[in-house]
């Protein structure tokens, strides 16, 4: 009778030891990795450059004094009657109920009086209102120009065209909260996305992913064209990788805006760039915008600037890059945006002084 009562407490002995052992095993085993994570983590900490703690409070402290509050809300009167964010960016979760229930003309709701017409309200925008806005261009002028940290300062970070950011990260900031993408780079992702090279669509995937929360959108005809089966074709990838970025699109093309710089400069712009129309767009939802990487001379400080900071391509000669970039000159004189051109650096804003006087004659032509 003692026996078996006598093995079976061996038994559950046994077993209890077993599993004691394995749950020591597990947790030396999760703090190795925890282990190896914090190094990691200690690794790309290291990567930046040293950063005193209140530096955002600091350098946007020392950034306040530039801005001229008055001009910017003479500029959001102007882009305002051109850009709006609830027109421009739209949840594209929202774009059923917005073709149902909107006309796409004049953004009004379908069923109101044509003499009362009532705007669309069914839709919503994810954008929100914002204090300190980065709009960072892609130029070549931001290799080497230490400005990823003061980049990643701002309270909302804007892109164009996915740029990849991570091996520039020291230059060009790790942050994107919205990116706005052209025709061809759209048709670039979509082919990436669909592709049977796994590396390539991999690829692509980690870049949809490497800004938690990114708001994806698009910036020209989008109803009635391929765009939108596009975009769905990159709603569907973000879904299906379980990403957190966030589609978006634009009731309207940002190019039916061409009046805004006849308005704002005098110029009949046949094609303002995106970068351009970006600000524009930025203007009505930023207090204060920073432009980084908007240079479009060939040379800077002596030395040769790419056209892009991720690739040896040839400038594209669509746009009035010059003027453009005059125009930039003057806002920035105007306390209207900061352009930052050449290095960032902590301590001294080490950027192009800018007086009242900007000389904006032409600038030399690239040539590419
Ligand atoms: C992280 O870096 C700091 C200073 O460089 C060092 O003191 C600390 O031990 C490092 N932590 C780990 C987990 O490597
Ligand atoms: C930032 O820290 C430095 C030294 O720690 C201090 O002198 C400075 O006043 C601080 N700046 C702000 C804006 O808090
Ligand atoms: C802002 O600019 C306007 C016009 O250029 C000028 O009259 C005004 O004094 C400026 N305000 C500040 C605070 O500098
Ligand atoms: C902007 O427009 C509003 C109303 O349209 C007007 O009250 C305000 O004075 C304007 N501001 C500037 C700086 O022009
Ligand atoms: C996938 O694309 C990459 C980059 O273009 C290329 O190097 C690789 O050979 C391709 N792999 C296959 C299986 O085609
Ligand atoms: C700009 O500079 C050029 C050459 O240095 C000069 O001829 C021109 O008068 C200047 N323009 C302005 C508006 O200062």
Redesign the pocket.
């Known amino acids: 009778m003692i026996r078996p009562l006598f093995h079976a407490t061996i038994f559950f002995g046994i077993c209890l030891i077993t599993v004691g052992l394995l749950y020591v095993y597990k947790l030396t085993d999760s703090l190795h990795l925890a282990r190896i994570f914090a190094r990691r983590l200690n690794m790309t900490r290291q990567d930046n450059p040293r950063l005193p703690p209140n530096y955002t409070e600091q350098l946007m402290t020392e950034r306040e004094a530039h801005f001229n509050m ?1 001009n910017i ?2 500029m959001r ?1 102007i882009t305002g009657k051109y850009f709006n964010p609830k027109l421009h960016i739209i949840y594209f979760s929202d774009f059923h109920i917005f073709m149902q229930k909107c006309d796409p003309h004049t953004f009004t709701l379908r069923n109101s009086h044509p003499r009362r017409p009532r705007p669309c309200n069914v839709v919503r925008t994810p954008i929100k209102h914002y204090r300190t806005c980065a709009v960072v261009g892609n130029g070549g002028i931001l290799l080497h120009s230490s400005c990823g940290a003061e980049i990643d300062a701002h309270e909302f970070v804007i892109r164009s065209n996915l740029p990849p950011v991570h091996d520039y990260r020291r230059d060009v900031g790790s942050r994107t909260d919205l990116t706005i993408v052209n025709v061809k780079r759209l048709v670039q992702i979509t082919e990436a996305l669909q592709t049977f090279n796994s590396t390539l669509r991999k690829d692509m995937l980690a870049r949809l992913g490497q800004s938690p929360g990114m708001i994806f959108s698009y910036s020209f005809a989008f109803i009635g064209s391929k765009a939108r089966y596009r975009m769905q074709i990159v709603d569907t990838a973000i879904k299906n990788n379980h990403l957190s970025t966030i589609t978006a699109f634009p009731s309207r093309s940002f190019l039916d805006s061409k009046r805004l710089y006849i308005e704002l400069v005098g110029k009949h712009w046949s094609f303002a760039s995106t970068g351009l129309n970006t600000f524009a767009l930025a203007s009505t939802f930023c207090d204060r915008i920073s432009m980084y990487g908007f240079y479009p001379m060939s040379r800077y400080q002596n030395k040769r600037v790419p056209y892009h900071y991720y690739d040896k391509l040839p400038p594209s000669g669509r746009h009035d890059f010059d003027e453009e970039y005059a125009m930039l000159r003057q806002m920035d004189a105007d306390g209207v945006i900061k352009h930052v051109v050449g290095k960032c650096n902590i301590h001294s804003e080490n950027t192009i002084r800018s007086g009242k006087n900007v000389n904006v004659t032409k600038p030399t032509r690239r040539r590419s």
Do not use: A, D, L
Request: cysteine-free.
């Open positions: 008055t809300w003479k009167n």
